[in-house]
C-alpha cells in the first residue's frame, strides 16, 4: 500500500510540473523576448506594473471636463494666491506610440503652437539597441494635435530618421524647444537617454539637428554633431534669420565647465560659432532684434547675461544685467521676456522681467503658489498682459493640486486657474505630475500642456495631453 501511494503522488506531481510548464511557456509567449530588458522600468517597478499603452478608463482616445472639483485648493496654497470663479473645460488624451515600457517615456522639450495646431515632442528615455530588440533602443516623437478634429498624428519618428545599426547609439529624448522656422520647417535636436550610452563604444559622434516639414512629410537630418561629441539639451531657432541656437553637455560627463553655446545657420548648413561657457537649459530670444540671451553654465538661480548678436558674430558679450533664467517667455509686445530661477533651499525660485530694448531686469518676487517651485515652461499671452506656468516641473505637482497658474504682469497677482489633483486620479487613474512643455494659442484661449503622468504607485510611466479651454472672465483685460 506505501509503494502504490508513493507512485499516486509522484504521477500527480509530474503532471503539476507539466501542468506548471506549459503556463510559463504560455506566460513567456504573452510577454514576448523584450520583457526582461523591460523590468527595469519605474513602471514596472510598481507593485501592481501598468499597461502599454495607456489608455483612458472605457476605451476612449479623448475626454472633456469641466468641473467645480478644477477649482478646489490644495492645502498647501499661500493665502495670497488667488483661485479662478469659473473652471475651465479641459480636453485629455494619452500621446500615441507608447506601446512599450520607457525608462520612462517623458516629455522633456518645450513646444508651440502655429497655424492653429499644437506641435510637442516625447520620449522613451532609452539610448542603446540591445541583441536586436529595438524596443530597448532610444526613440524620441514628435507629434501634431489638430484642436478642430481633437486627432494626434505622428510626424517624426526619431530612430527611423536616423537609422542607426543595433548597438549603436541612438537618443530617446528632445530635450530643447521646438520650433518652426519661416521656411516651414519644424527644427528639433536630440539629447541623451542616459550619460553611459555617449562612448566610443557605442559609436557616438554627438548628436543631431533634425527638421520636419508638416505639409509634405518629409522629416531629415540638418547636423550631425554640431559641436563633436555633445549633446543638445538646450535649444531656441531664430525663425527669420533661421539660426538654431544651442547649449551642449559633453557626451558622457556631467561635467559643467564643457557646457559650450553654439550657432548654425540651418539653411546653408553651417556653423557660425563655437566656444564655452553656454547655457544649461534655457536661453532668451528677443524676436525684434535676433539677439541672443543666456546665463553660463548652470546659472539659473542668478547669473550675469550674455548676449550673441548674430549681425556682429564672435563670442557672446557680458552684459551688466544679472538675472535668474530656467525658463523664459517669448518676447511680448510691449518688448519684455519673463523668466523664473530655478531656485534651491537657500534661495527660492523668483519671477523676473526683462526689457528687451534696455537690457534692464527686474524681480517681480514669488511665482509659488505652494511648496513646489520648479516651473521650466512659460508662456506669455498674446496681449502681454497673462503669463501661465506650472510648478513642480520634474513631479510632485500633485502635492498642491497640480496647479495651472495665471500671473498677471499688471497687479503683479497669481492665480491658479484649475487644480487637476486629485480629479484626473480619482477619475481616471491619472497623476498629473509635472511638465516640461505647454503652449498657448494665438489668441491666448487655449493652453496646451504636455504632462508626465503616473499610473502606478510612484512613478511617471507615460505623457498626456491637457488643452485647457480659458473661461473668457478670466482673461479679461
Known amino acids: ?63 472633456t471636463d469641466a468641473s467645480s472639483e478644477f477649482l478646489k485648493p490644495s492645502k498647501t496654497i499661500k493665502p495670497d494666491v488667488l483661485i479662478a470663479k469659473t473652471p475651465p473645460t479641459i480636453d485629455f488624451m494619452f500621446f500615441p506610440a507608447q506601446d512599450y515600457p520607457g525608462k520612462p517615456w517623458s516629455n522633456w522639450g518645450d513646444s508651440l503652437v502655429v497655424n492653429g495646431k499644437y506641435y510637442a515632442t516625447i520620449g522613451d528615455h532609452l539610448a542603446l539597441g540591445s541583441k536586436g530588440d529595438l524596443n530597448n533602443s532610444g526613440n524620441a516623437f514628435v507629434f501634431e494635435y489638430d484642436p478642430a478634429t481633437k486627432r494626434m498624428r505622428q510626424l517624426v519618428e526619431v530612430r527611423k530618421v536616423l ?36 562612448k566610443d563604444e557605442f559609436h557616438y559622434r554627438g548628436d543631431w539637428i533634425i ?44 561635467d559643467e565647465s564643457a557646457i559650450r553655446f553654439f550657432a548654425y545657420d540651418v539653411k546653408n548648413r553651417k556653423l557660425l560659432y ?7 537649459r534655457c536661453m532668451i530670444f528677443v524676436r525684434s532684434t535676433g539677439k541672443i540671451y543666456y546665463t553660463p553654465g548652470n546659472k539659473e538661480m542668478l547669473g550675469t547675461l550674455l548676449c550673441y548678436d548674430p549681425a556682429k558674430g564672435g563670442p557672446p558679450v557680458p552684459t551688466r544685467t544679472r538675472i535668474g533664467l530656467r525658463a523664459a517667455t517669448e518676447e511680448t509686445p510691449q518688448g519684455y521676456v519673463y523668466t523664473v530661477s530655478k531656485g534651491s533651499k537657500e534661495s527660492p525660485a523668483t519671477l523676473w522681467s526683462f526689457n528687451t530694448r534696455t537690457e534692464e531686469a527686474v524681480n517681480l518676487g514669488d511665482p509659488a503658489v ?15 498682459r497673462y503669463v501661465y506656468y506650472m510648478p513642480g516641473a520634474h513631479g510632485h505637482s500633485e502635492d498642491d493640486g497640480t496647479p495651472v497658474v495665471q500671473y ?21 487613474g491619472c497623476t498629473l505630475t509635472g511638465t516640461f512643455s505647454a503652449a498657448l494659442d494665438a489668441k491666448g484661449e487655449t493652453l496646451y500642456v504636455s504632462w508626465n503622468v503616473v499610473r502606478g504607485e510612484k512613478n511617471w510611466d507615460s505623457v498626456a495631453l491637457t488643452a485647457i479651454h480659458i473661461p473668457p472672465s478670466e482673461r479679461q483685460l
Not at 505652494?370 to 521650466?376: L, R
Open 1 to 63: 500500500m506505501k509503494y502504490i501511494l508513493t507512485t499516486r503522488h509522484c504521477v500527480l506531481l509530474a503532471l503539476a510540473f507539466v501542468v506548471a510548464g506549459q503556463a510559463a511557456e504560455k506566460r513567456a509567449i504573452e510577454k514576448g523576448p523584450a520583457q526582461k530588458s523591460r523590468r527595469t522600468t519605474p513602471a514596472a517597478a510598481d507593485k501592481n506594473p501598468v499597461s502599454f499603452p495607456p489608455r483612458i478608463p472605457g476605451g476612449r482616445t479623448m475626454v
Open 408 to 428: 498677471d504682469v499688471k497687479t503683479k497677482r497669481r492665480k491658479v486657474i484649475a487644480f487637476l489633483s486629485p480629479y484626473y486620479k480619482e477619475k481616471y
Open 274 to 280: 563655437s566656444g564655452p561657457d553656454g547655457p544649461a
Open 163 to 198: 537609422n542607426q545599426p543595433v548597438g549603436h547609439y541612438t537618443p530617446g529624448k528632445i530635450h530643447g524647444r521646438l520650433d518652426m522656422g519661416s521656411d516651414g520647417w519644424l527644427y528639433f535636436s536630440t539629447h541623451r537617454g542616459s550619460a553611459s550610452a555617449t
Open 370 to 384: 505652494g511648496k513646489q517651485e520648479y516651473i521650466t515652461t512659460m508662456d506669455a499671452d498674446p496681449t502681454g
Open 211 to 254: 527638421r520636419h516639414h508638416p505639409g509634405t512629410g518629409a522629416s531629415e537630418v540638418v547636423a550631425v554633431g554640431p559641436v563633436p561629441k555633445h549633446c543638445i539639451p538646450c535649444s531656441v531657432l531664430d525663425p527669420q534669420r533661421l539660426i538654431f541656437y544651442g547649449g551642449t553637455a559633453a557626451g558622457e560627463t556631467d
